[in-house]
T-cell receptor, first 113, second 114 residues
Framework: LAKTTQPVSMDSYEGQEVNITCSHN???????ITWYQQFPSQGPRFIIQ???TKVTNEVASLFIPADRKSSTLSLPRVSLSDTAVYYC??????????????FGAGTTVTVRA | ETGVTQTPRHLVMGMTNKKSLKCEQH?????MYWYKQSAKKPLELMFV???????ENNSVPSRFSPECPNSSHLFLHLHTLQPEDSALYLC?????????????FGQGTRLTVV
């Protein structure tokens, strides 16, 4: 499994854009990049997933450079309710026995008024 | 509502008790997971089941015993626990496919060992 490195924490203010970068230098050819959000005392929630270039949904955007050794989750115009821990996961989502869904320490994002 | 239901939501048990946590999903997923999350710590993967077969045991003490009778149900049997086992226990399920796989988590069971 590719090891991931994320900042421990980030602070922001309401209305700002938050960008969280995840490093995964040993990402494999078949690996996808997935981001989850977790609020206190709740299970993580899927945000976005991608393989290369850019992916956008109603919640966030995911930017993946050509070498795929890093990725950036972009949260546009955050609000107080976006305060949470954000996890970057890298793995082969098609390999049923290898997709262990292992979480790292994540990035604690705190949004202030 | 994620489609993954965990019961009970809260559990207090003594160190000599035996209890079970239950996880149920009717999403048609073939992979199910147990996680432990202690206060202010990352999720620790405990067990993984694929098509009812255990494919991962992440060095979990034997006082935790998983059971997966079918693809929709997952249990975690607890016995002779220690106070340090107090944590939020989370269940998840996923369906590996070519693209767009996401895992769905239950709300968790908050376990307190006294």
């Amino acid at each position: 499994l590719a090891k991931t490195t994320q900042p421990v924490s980030m602070d922001s203010y309401e209305g700002q854009e938050v960008n969280i970068t995840c490093s995964h230098n040993n990402i494999a050819t078949n690996d996808y990049i997935t981001w989850y959000q977790q609020f206190p005392s709740q299970g993580p929630r899927f945000i976005i997933q991608g393989y290369k270039t850019k992916v956008t949904n109603e919640v966030a955007s995911l930017f993946i450079p050509a070498d795929r050794k890093s990725s950036t989750l972009s949260l546009p115009r955050v609000s107080l309710s976006d305060t949470a821990v954000y996890y970057c996961l890298v793995g082969d989502i098609r390999a049923s026995n290898d997709y262990k869904l292992s979480f790292g320490a994540g990035t604690t994002v705190t949004v202030r008024a | 509502e994620t489609g993954v239901t965990q019961t009970p939501r809260h559990l207090v048990m003594g160190m000599t008790n035996k209890k079970s946590l239950k996880c149920e999903q009717h999403l048609g997923h073939n992979a199910m997971y147990w996680y432990k999350q202690s206060a202010k710590k990352p999720l620790e993967l405990m067990f993984v089941y694929n098509f009812k077969e255990q494919t991962e045991n992440n060095s979990v003490p034997s006082r935790f015993s998983p059971e997966c009778p079918n693809s929709s149900h997952l249990f975690l049997h607890l016995h002779t626990l220690q106070p340090e086992d107090s944590a939020l226990y989370l269940c998840a399920s996923s369906q590996p496919r070519d693209f767009g796989t996401e895992a769905f988590f239950g709300q968790g069971t908050r376990l307190t060992v006294v």
